[in-house]
């Protein structure tokens, strides 16, 4: 093999690594960190993790505990995983993700009982689960046995982060109205009853479901083209619709605009006079 084609990707077995810090590669860094915040955060858009999710959000300090410790263990865990993707036989990928993984849990585990007892009494058997979180593995499999170490740290860090973040509100939100604390102190006045609901497992579904429409609603209103007016139909709207009018026609109708009930029966009225005027055309013919 030349020398060439040994440095020629596709063409030689040269290990993969990080794109240099260029502009454009320092955009790519940044995405790759940020696609876990919110708009593939693991928990409210891959609904992945949703075990301990819903399992120990019941305090601010379990959501803290539980996100950190998953985050130690993504970070650790992408990383072992991207600088031995070129020895771990296929084969054996997922077995090797595995012990990988459960090697930093099990790290994770002694440091939280010898320094963190209250905690590690309080999430229970949900600490050393996270060898089996989806999230975990999931990454070490679709990310870090594909990427270099750098890009695996990133995406990591912010995935846990992202789940961390969603723990956190939840407990918040949990707390707060289950019991009227946040962090073990008293915010709410002690004539307001706290909703007890709110520390059971379907108080856990309900802000979890609320959460998941948040994070939607956020993610479609910045998809959104900037420059657009208020109200403007998106071009996926446009490309969908069967009149092909243009943003100049007088007799156009905003289909964007109003409640859904009402975009449906401007679009159906718009339907109906591209059909009548076809037929008159045909008529005239």
Excluded at 18 to 34: I, M, N, Q, R, Y
Excluded at 187 to 207: K, N, Q, R, W, Y
Excluded at 243 to 261: K, M, W
Aim: charged share 15%; with cysteine.
């Amino acid at each position: 093999m030349s020398k060439e084609a040994a440095l020629t990707p596709g063409k030689g077995h040269a290990p993969e690594a990080d794109a240099p810090v260029t502009e454009a590669g320092a955009t790519s860094w940044k995405a790759e960190f940020s696609k876990g915040l919110l708009a593939e955060n693991p928990a409210l858009r891959q609904m992945l993790g949703l075990c301990p999710t819903l399992a120990v959000t019941t305090a601010v300090t379990n959501g803290i505990g539980m996100g950190l410790a998953t985050t130690f263990v993504l970070v650790c865990s992408e990383v072992v995983v991207s600088l031995l993707r070129k020895v771990i036989p296929g084969s054996v990928r997922i077995p090797a993700f595995i012990t990988i993984i459960a090697s930093f849990v099990t790290l994770t585990m002694m440091l939280v009982k010898a320094y963190l007892p209250a905690l590690d009494e309080a999430l229970g058997i949900y600490l050393p689960l996270i060898v089996v979180n989806c999230i975990v593995l999931g990454r070490a499999e679709m990310f870090a046995s594909k990427h270099g170490p750098a890009l695996s740290a990133l995406d990591g860090l912010g995935m846990g982060l992202g789940f961390t973040g969603s723990l956190v509100l939840m407990s918040a939100i949990r707390e707060l109205l289950g019991a009227g604390t946040l962090l073990g102190f008293r915010v709410m006045p002690s004539f307001i009853e706290p909703m007890l609901i709110m520390i059971t497992p379907a108080g856990g579904f309900a802000v979890l479901g609320v959460l998941i429409a948040i994070s939607v609603w956020f993610e479609r209103r910045g998809a959104e083209p900037e420059g657009r007016p208020a109200g403007e139909p998106s071009d996926t709207l446009c490309a969908a619709c069967p009149l092909n009018c243009g943003v100049n026609d007088p007799n156009r109708v905003n289909c964007a605009d109003g409640s859904l009930a009402e975009q449906l029966r401007r679009f159906e009225e718009r339907v109906e006079r591209g059909l009548a005027e076809k037929n008159d055309v045909g008529g005239d013919v």
